[in-house]
T-cell receptor, first 111, second 112 residues
Framework: ETGVTQTPRHLVMGMTNKKSLKCEQH?????MYWYKQSAKKPLELMFV???????ENNSVPSRFSPECPNSSHLFLHLHTLQPEDSALYLC??????????FGEGSRLTVL | GENVEQHPSTLSVQEGDSAVIKCTYS??????FPWYKQELGKRPQLIID?????GEKKDQRIAVTLNKTAKHFSLHITETQPEDSAVYFC???????????FGAGTRLFVKA
């Protein structure tokens, strides 16, 4: 247990569905992140929030919409996804300088 | 954009042998270099890190070396054990978690 909790752990959705991934951290960190992990690819940084403000958006398609209502919670809203979006989505948190603490991930399958 | 290259993508060693994984980075402003281990079906976890003011760091069977001039850094695992089998990711950033860019990963198999 690293103090970063992600729900749901598994999600199957159709291309027309709308769903959300949730991340919660109890470590008192100031920064939270969404990473995408696909087979045989590096961990891809999607979004970074620092003190609840988005500071990084790595050219992620608009069908992914992040939300950070407070420093402990991070959401990733999903709509009209494509099959190639199927992946493991990892949330992480960190102090402003220091290591990343990852959640267990949400395994997403888009049919 | 900035990137981190990691080699090899797969590494198989006999138990007790050493394993070496190498990475290069492109952002000369990078000053923090962590290594993460991800076991099958689990989250990545930090195993060792090094900052740019240090050339080498060791923690039991694991060591990391950094050559800032060449923008290379390496992970060395000695006396490998089956439980070392996992995917290892190198990463580089300008200051901790922010803008951490990961390498593609190395799948290490340690044969008993």
């Amino acid at each position: 247990e690293t103090g970063v909790t992600q729900t749901p752990r598994h999600l199957v959705m159709g291309m027309t569905n709308k769903k959300s991934l949730k991340c919660e951290q109890h470590l008192g960190h100031n920064a939270m992140y969404w990473y995408k992990q696909s087979a045989k690819k590096p961990l891809e940084l999607m979004f970074v929030y620092s003190l609840e403000e988005r500071v990084e958006n790595n050219s992620v398609p608009s069908r992914f919409s992040p939300e950070c209502p407070n420093s402990s919670h991070l959401f990733l809203h999903l709509h009209t996804l494509q099959p190639e979006d199927s992946a493991l989505y990892l949330c992480a948190s960190s102090p402003l300088e220091g290591e990343l603490f990852f959640g267990e991930g949400s395994r997403l399958t888009v049919l | 954009g900035e990137n981190v290259e990691q080699h090899p993508s797969t590494l198989s060693v006999q138990e007790g042998d050493s394993a070496v994984i190498k990475c290069t980075y492109s952002d000369s402003a990078s000053n923090y270099f962590p290594w993460y281990k991800q076991e099958l079906g689990k989250r990545p976890q930090l195993i060792i890190d090094i900052r740019s003011n240090v050339g080498e760091k060791k923690d039991q069977r694991i060591a990391v070396t950094l050559n800032k001039t060449a923008k290379h850094f390496s992970l060395h695992i000695t006396e490998t054990q089956p439980e070392d089998s996992a995917v290892y990711f190198c990463a580089a950033s300008r200051g901790g978690g922010f803008k951490t860019i990961f390498g593609a990963g190395t799948r290490l198999f340690v044969k008993a």
